[in-house]
């Protein structure tokens, strides 16, 4: 079954210092991978995503991530954290396969993180 | 660019009532999901519609239904509240030839009472 894993419920970390944020998938297709950021009370603002090629991918905000295949991993980073940045970051898989119609989106449980001056 | 909208923002409703919320998607995309997020949790996918039809359903009961009119607007009517159904509903547009690639709205806030 598809799944995706976010392994921390909750991380904190002073402003300034390097953030990473792991999450693991199980998806038997090629997955498209996404990390999404939920403010509180908000909707989801779209930080990266990963298609095909570069398995580096940069994103807004200063964000990037890295496709390990052979670790199904897609963890998010940032060199350096600002206080702006406490919210919560959901990792989501998804696949363009017409004959099954996989058009939908599975998402992680959300990491929150929170940021100390 | 307007992005995708949603209304209304809050609802409040009894258990047994019917609910309508209505999104409209960010401008030149053709294809509506819905998703529910419950507290602490990611969100779930319920539907997805292009082309005025409903194209792939998640686990979720018939009492979730939806419509996409022709200008690519939708509506997610939801049947026989539930308390369990209170939860923030995002709406989600794409483009038909990239529908993974999804953008959110800001959501509808419905408590069922």
């Known amino acids: 079954a598809q799944s995706v894993t976010q392994p921390d419920i909750h991380i904190t970390v002073s402003e300034g210092a390097s953030l990473e944020l792991r999450c693991n998938y199980s998806?038997?297709?090629?997955?498209?991978l996404f990390w999404y950021v939920q403010s509180p009370g908000q909707g989801l603002q779209l930080l990266l995503k990963?298609?095909?090629?570069?398995?580096l991918v940069q994103g807004i905000k200063g964000f990037e991530a890295e496709f390990k295949r052979s670790q199904s991993s897609f963890n998010l980073r940032k060199p350096s954290v600002h206080w702006s940045d406490a919210a919560e970051y959901f990792c989501?898989?998804?696949?363009?396969?017409?004959?099954?119609?996989?058009?939908?989106?599975?998402f992680g449980k959300g990491t929150k993180l929170s940021v100390k001056p | 660019d307007a992005g995708v909208t949603q209304s209304p923002t809050h609802l409040i409703k009894t258990r047994g009532q019917q609910v309508t919320l209505r999104c409209s998607p960010k401008?030149?995309?053709?294809?509506v999901s819905w998703y529910q997020q419950a507290l602490g949790q990611g969100p779930q996918f319920i539907f997805q519609?292009?082309?005025?039809?409903?194209?792939q359903r998640g686990n979720f009961p018939d009492r979730f239904s939806g419509h996409q009119f022709p200008n690519y607007s939708s509506e997610l009517n939801v049947n026989a509240l539930l308390l369990g159904d209170s939860a923030l509903y995002l709406c989600?547009?794409?483009?038909?030839?990239?529908?993974?690639?999804?953008?959110f709205g800001p959501g509808t806030r419905l408590t069922v009472t």
């Open positions: 990963y298609f095909s090629g570069d398995t």
């Open positions: 989501a898989v998804g696949a363009e396969d017409y004959g099954g119609s996989q058009g939908n989106l599975i």
């Open positions: 998806y038997g297709a090629t997955p498209y």
């Open positions: 989600a547009s794409s483009l038909e030839d990239r529908f993974v690639e999804q953008y």
């Open positions: 519609y292009y082309e005025e039809e409903e194209r």
């Open positions: 401008s030149g995309h053709d294809t």
